[in-house]
């Protein structure tokens, strides 16, 4: 099998062995992209049942389409493309007035408020759960179009061409959303370290 | 350089896309303004804490049961 995963690596040849309906490719395929189409899904929707809905749709259009796939774009990418859409058109569903156009002031940047050195090192952090919950709270405040591309790009570490792909936004909206949601998040957690720190 | 700009750069920075006059620049800002040097640590921190926490995955049950569901449809689909 291990020579199996690096001969489907190239993506013509997984697409090949796909069409041929190779159960081995598509074992394959799913576990390179389900926990990562899930992760895209849970960030948009704050729900793992319905990202969990938006994972199984996405296969299942990937599975519908293989024929017509042109295979231009890479496999991956057409697979994170599908769930996102999937998962903004559920979005839309329960939240009619989501906004993920680009808006005036969206360039703009609030100055920071909370200059505080943090205390420890982050990776003593990761073990205290009132900061996982932290961490889960801040990013949960983040407006969606600015959370969809600080996930994309520091969580899934894609680049930003490829996160711009995904998104069907440009190269420089894709750097001002992330550089936001960067000080944002820097924002919420010093003040959430802060709180803990203080009880 | 000054505090706006600075923070107005700050992610090309960290990403190291700045050209090298504005890198320059910049790391002589940080060197004497201690504010922009917390604001640039504990966003570097607030990085690296979502990329280590971020990674989850469905759960092993949900995971399983998806794997078969998917793998029938994708077997008794049509072929080209
Ligand atoms: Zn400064």
Request: proline content about 3%; aromatic content about 8%; charged content about 30%.
């Given at each position: 099998?291990?020579?199996?995963?690096?001969?489907?690596?190239?993506?013509?040849?997984?697409?090949?062995?796909?069409?041929?309906?190779?159960?081995?490719?598509?074992?394959?395929?799913?576990?390179?992209?389900?926990?990562?189409?899930?992760?895209?899904?849970?960030?948009?929707?704050?729900?793992?049942?319905?990202?969990?809905?938006?994972?199984?749709?996405?296969?299942?259009?990937?599975?519908?389409?293989?024929?017509?796939?042109?295979?231009?774009?890479?496999?991956?990418?057409?697979?994170?493309?599908?769930?996102?859409?999937?998962?903004?058109?559920?979005?839309?569903?329960?939240?009619?007035?989501?906004?993920?156009?680009?808006?005036?002031?969206?360039?703009?940047?609030?100055?920071?408020?909370?200059?505080?050195?943090?205390?420890?090192?982050?990776?003593?952090?990761?073990?205290?759960?009132?900061?996982?919950?932290?961490?889960?709270?801040?990013?949960?405040?983040?407006?969606?179009?600015?959370?969809?591309?600080?996930?994309?790009?520091?969580?899934?570490?894609?680049?930003?061409?490829?996160?711009?792909?995904?998104?069907?936004?440009?190269?420089?909206?894709?750097?001002?959303?992330?550089?936001?949601?960067?000080?944002?998040?820097?924002?919420?957690?010093?003040?959430?370290?802060?709180?803990?720190?203080?009880? | 350089?000054?505090?706006?700009?600075?923070?107005?750069?700050?992610?090309?920075?960290?990403?190291?896309?700045?050209?090298?006059?504005?890198?320059?620049?910049?790391?002589?800002?940080?060197?004497?303004?201690?504010?922009?040097?917390?604001?640039?640590?504990?966003?570097?921190?607030?990085?690296?804490?979502?990329?280590?926490?971020?990674?989850?995955?469905?759960?092993?049950?949900?995971?399983?049961?998806?794997?078969?569901?998917?793998?029938?449809?994708?077997?008794?689909?049509?072929?080209s």
């Amino acid at each position: 099998m291990d020579l199996q995963s690096g001969y489907y690596e190239d993506s013509d040849t997984l697409l090949l062995a796909l069409r041929q309906r190779d159960p081995a490719a598509f074992a394959y395929l799913f576990e390179q992209y389900s926990d990562k189409t899930y992760r895209l899904a849970a960030s948009l929707l704050k729900d793992e049942v319905a990202a969990e809905g938006v994972v199984q749709d996405t296969f299942l259009r990937l599975i519908e389409r293989l024929d017509q796939f042109e295979g231009r774009a890479n496999l991956g990418t057409w697979l994170y493309r599908i769930a996102y859409n999937l998962s903004v058109d559920r979005l839309r569903k329960r939240k009619p007035e989501l906004e993920l156009e680009d808006e005036p002031g969206d360039g703009r940047l609030p100055l920071p408020v909370h200059l505080v050195e943090w205390q420890q090192w982050p990776e003593k952090l990761l073990s205290d759960g009132e900061v996982t919950r932290a961490l889960d709270e801040a990013i949960a405040a983040l407006p969606e179009k600015f959370r969809i591309v600080f996930v994309l790009r520091e969580v899934e570490g894609l680049s930003t061409q490829e996160t711009a792909e995904i998104t069907n936004l440009s190269l420089s909206a894709t750097k001002v959303r992330l550089h936001r949601a960067r000080l944002f998040l820097r924002e919420q957690l010093t003040q959430s370290l802060l709180a803990i720190g203080a009880e | 350089m000054k505090c706006e700009e600075l923070l107005q750069y700050l992610s090309d920075y960290i990403d190291q896309e700045l050209d090298d006059a504005l890198t320059t620049e910049a790391q002589e800002h940080l060197a004497t303004c201690h504010n922009c040097r917390v604001v640039l640590d504990s966003t570097q921190q607030t990085i690296f804490l979502f990329r280590e926490q971020g990674k989850r995955s469905i759960p092993a049950q949900s995971r399983s049961r998806l794997f078969d569901q998917l793998q029938d449809a994708f077997l008794t689909s049509k072929t080209s």
